[in-house]
């Protein structure tokens, strides 16, 4: 279980200070995903990456917790530098290895540092168990202890699978949780990563038929390298890749295969290396483009940015495709 050691807290506010929700009924949000870096040079370099995100005014930052978590203290570090550099934190939190008191002593320290926004997740169930190890079975559980034990205080957003989770019995299912979460008192939707934009559609108009009112903030994840990309679709999320992105990965693709690229001296196999890594990135960027303005013409309530950490390529997506300065 998670211990975490506390200090002595501050009076929070009433209420979560910036409400989201309330600025998505004017606008499409921009906002952006880092992690906590795992090595103190990878921190080093942190809060720079935070400032040349912020240039581009993102509505808020959030930043993920390791499951069962393993990171809290690096998380609660990048909250900070998040507030510093002047924009809203949301951090990610997860009910794995976690107890309903150490969620709920956690939760107080977010608060008494200035974090009053979550996504509120269940985790991934740790490798070789059949359980979250914790008090909590699914998010839904942590949604209805926030709303119990905090009330207001959190703004709390939820994941959404709009190809369905993948270990749901059924997208029906799936949406009759999502329905849960909203009944329970989460305030908006973040989703998962979806290249298939026509599943995208039936899943919006399913959810709203099922009663789900809530904004949809579209999680997505730039196109920057093969082995990252097919990783993050296959090896826990079960995305479809869809027809375009399948043919950029085998135009460019490395032999033998991107995930064992170089020998054990770090000499590429594939003698085009270099080069396809380069171009690879290039066309990934402006798949990523086009992927922006398909989800924005929706009229979806938010672009949130997996930037993972790399804010130079995040730079370019948001100046080329105009989500700053174009209507
Ligand atoms: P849940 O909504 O609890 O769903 C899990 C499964 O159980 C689903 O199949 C659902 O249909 C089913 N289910 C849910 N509730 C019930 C119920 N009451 N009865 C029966 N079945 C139910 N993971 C991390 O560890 N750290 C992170 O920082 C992180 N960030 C993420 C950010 C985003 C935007 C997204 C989309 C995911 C993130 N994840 C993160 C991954 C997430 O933890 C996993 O996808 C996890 O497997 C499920 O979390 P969930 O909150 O969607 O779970």
């Known amino acids: 279980m998670t211990g975490v050691q506390t ?118 169930i740790p490798l070789g168990e059949t359980t979250t190890c914790g008090d909590f079975d699914y998010a839904t559980d942590l949604v209805a202890f926030t709303r119990k034990e905090f009330g207001d205080k959190f703004e709390i957003a939820v994941a959404g699978s709009p190809e369905g989770h993948i270990s749901c019995r059924s997208l029906d299912a799936d949406i009759a949780v999502l329905k849960m979460k909203q009944d329970n008192g989460a305030d908006y939707i973040m989703t998962q990563l979806c290249w298939d934009m026509e599943q995208f559609k039936v899943w919006l108009d399913k959810i709203r038929s099922a009663g789900v009112t809530m904004p949809v903030d579209v999680g997505i994840m730039p196109i920057l390298d093969q082995a990252a990309t097919i990783n993050m679709a296959l090896s826990r999320n079960g995305c479809v890749m869809e027809r375009e992105l399948a043919r950029l990965i085998s135009k460019y693709w490395l032999f033998p295969n991107p995930f064992a690229a170089k020998d054990a001296e770090g000499k590429p196999f594939d003698m085009f290396y270099e080069q396809k890594v380069r171009d690879f990135k290039e066309a990934g960027i402006e798949y990523t483009i086009k992927q922006i303005d398909a989800y924005r013409a929706l009229g979806v309530n938010g672009i949130h940015l997996y930037a993972l950490n790399k804010w130079q390529d995040v730079s370019r997506i948001i100046k080329e495709s105009g989500m700053r300065t174009l209507v």
Do not use: W
Request: overall charge neutral.
């Open 7 to 124: 200090c002595a807290l501050p009076i929070y506010t009433t209420m979560a200070k910036v409400k989201l929700t309330e600025l998505m009924k004017e606008k499409q949000l921009l906002s952006f995903e880092v992690f906590p870096p795992k090595t103190d040079k990878g921190m080093e370099n942190l809060p720079g990456t935070i400032e040349k995100l912020c240039e581009f005014n993102p509505e808020y930052i959030s930043c993920t917790y390791g499951a069962g978590g393993g990171n809290v203290g690096r998380n609660r570090e990048v909250c900070q530098e998040i507030i510093k550099a002047g924009t809203t934190p949301v951090t990610h939190f997860t009910v794995i290895k976690n107890t309903k008191e150490g969620i709920k002593q956690q939760l107080e320290q977010y608060l008494a540092e200035g974090v009053d926004h979550m996504l509120a997740l269940r985790g991934d």
